[in-house]
Structure formats: C-alpha cells, structure tokens
C-alpha cells in the first residue's frame, strides 16, 4: 500500500502502513534522527499508551452490551409489528382500490363519472374511515407514538363528512365535490399507508419519505376545501328539510337546526388544518 500524504502551508504529512504488525525501534534506517524530522508529541503513541487504549475500548464496549441487555425486550415486539404491517397494508389496499376505480372511470367516462362516485366507491371508503378509527386506539394504548389531538380531529373530521353529510343525504352524493373528496384523501393516504407499512418493518423507501412529508402541503388545503364545500352545499338541504335539527324542551322550546353544527363544523375544519401543520413542523 503507498503511503498518503497531505500538503498543508506548515508541513507535509504522510501516512504509512506498516507491512507487519510491531513496534519499531525507530523511524529511519539511521540511527541518528535527521534535522528536518520531528515527532508530533500530540499523537505520540507508545506499547504502554496503547495498551490502556485497547482496555479503555474494550471496557466501553462491555458497558455498552451491558446497559443494551439490562433493557428489558418486549416480548410483543413481533406482534405488534405484524399488527401494524397488516393495518397498514389492508389500509393500502382498500385506499388504492377506490383511486384505480375512480382514474380508470374518470378517463373512460370524463366528468360524467363525477355523479357516481359515491354510488362506486362509498362502500369501500365506509370501511376504509371505518377501520381508520383504529388509528386512535393504536394512540391510546402507545402502539404509536404520535400526537393524539390532530389524529382524533381528521379521522372523525372525515367520518363527518363521510357518514353525516354525504352518507344521510342523497341529494349530496351525486355532487362532483364528492369526487374531489375521495380522490384528495385516497392520494394522501396511498402514500402514507405505504411509508407506514414499511416503517413498521424498519425499512425506508427515500422516494416515499419525501412524499410522504411533502404531498400533504398542497393535498390539506385542497382536501379541507373540497370538505368546506361539500358542507356549505349541504347547509341548505338540512335547513330545508330539518334533518338531525333538535329541540331544547328544557330551555323555552327552542329548537336548533343542524345547519348549525354544520357551520361549527366549518371552523373546526380551519383548526384542523392550523393542527395538521402545526404538527407537522414541531
């Protein structure tokens, strides 16, 4: 192996390998030291000073393999992966299932399959919001670490919109916002499903990681408006025919239209979305 060298302003420093394994008695074949050659006191190193080097080194590694096995191992650990392999995955699936349905009909049929979203897709999207709530559980018990408050708010935020305002009314379900709804939830989460699933197995795809954490900037937005939308829609078709309205009995008789909750719900949309990204950056 030649030796390496580094030109610096004040010196030149050379690097050699030794061809066997020893201490040398000195650097040059002279025994007198030549003028020009000086040791480096900094990095002098000699039998004894290596010695303790190799015990400080070893003694570390033993502290080191000592403190791993004094942590307990959770005997679940696999479990719990294979758990959260297969929610993510079936999550993949379902969502993926409604995206190929809903592209494959929007370029066969053009903005007329708008109308028959809900009709195509809304029984899969029932159970993929449905099975979502397992999110929160998963939360709860520490099966994931993440904030609680910002998941709680998109999952029932979406059942909501899933389950009140479009699932109960429908008039609702042959509007083209319904469309948006889907399409915008369904490319979130064939992204994030899939980092998830990986994640779970400690594997990391760099293409889907940075899809993962940059998607949602444009998605959100865009998905809270189709959201917003789709309630102020609605509001009129509530008030008109008094569904889900109900009456105080307690307090002078006074009854509350549902399109009130409905404009509630609105705000809590903004908070939503001030929560998701909040989040996100911390």
């Known amino acids: 192996m030649s030796p390496v060298y580094k030109v610096t302003q004040r010196q030149l420093n050379i690097t050699v390998k030794k061809e066997e394994s020893h201490w040398w008695e000195r650097l040059t074949k002279q025994e007198k030291r030549p003028l020009f050659l000086a040791p480096d006191f900094d990095r002098w190193l000699d039998e004894s000073d ?7 080194k070893e003694e570390e590694r033993i502290n080191k393999i000592s403190v791993k096995n004094r942590i307990p191992k959770d005997p679940f650990r696999h479990l719990k992966r294979g758990y959260l392999f297969m929610y993510n995955l079936v999550q993949f699936l379902g969502f993926s ?3 190929v ?6 370029f066969m049929l053009g903005k007329d ?3 028959d979203t809900f009709r195509m897709s809304g029984d899969m999207m029932y159970f993929c919001q449905m099975f979502a709530l397992m999110e929160i559980v998963n939360v709860l018990i520490g099966l994931v670490k993440a904030p609680l408050a910002p998941v709680c708010i998109q999952i029932f935020g979406r059942n909501f919109i899933l389950f009140v305002v479009l699932g109960n009314v429908e008039e609702m379900q042959s509007k083209a916002v319904v469309f948006f709804i889907f399409y915008i939830w369904t490319t979130v989460e064939i992204i994030r499903y899939p980092y998830y699933l990986l994640s779970s197995i400690n594997i990391e795809w760099k293409i ?3 899809l993962r954490y940059s998607i949602w ?3 959100y937005p865009l998905g809270m408006l189709a959201e917003a939308v789709a309630v102020i829609q609605a509001i009129p078709i509530f008030t ?17 239209p549902f399109s009130i909750i409905l404009q509630l719900h609105l705000i809590i949309l903004f908070l939503g979305e ?9």
């Open 113 to 115: 399959s708008f109308s």
């Open 274 to 282: 001030f929560s998701n990204r909040y989040y996100t950056h911390t």
């Open 217 to 219: 900037m444009p998605l």
């Open 240 to 256: 008109s025919t008094g569904k889900f309205s109900f009456t105080l009995n307690y307090l002078l008789n006074i009854t509350i």
């Open 97 to 99: 299932w409604i995206f």
């Open 208 to 210: 889907l990681t940075w």
């Open 50 to 56: 290596a010695e303790l080097e190799l015990k400080a």
């Open 101 to 106: 349905n809903m592209t494959v009909r929007l």
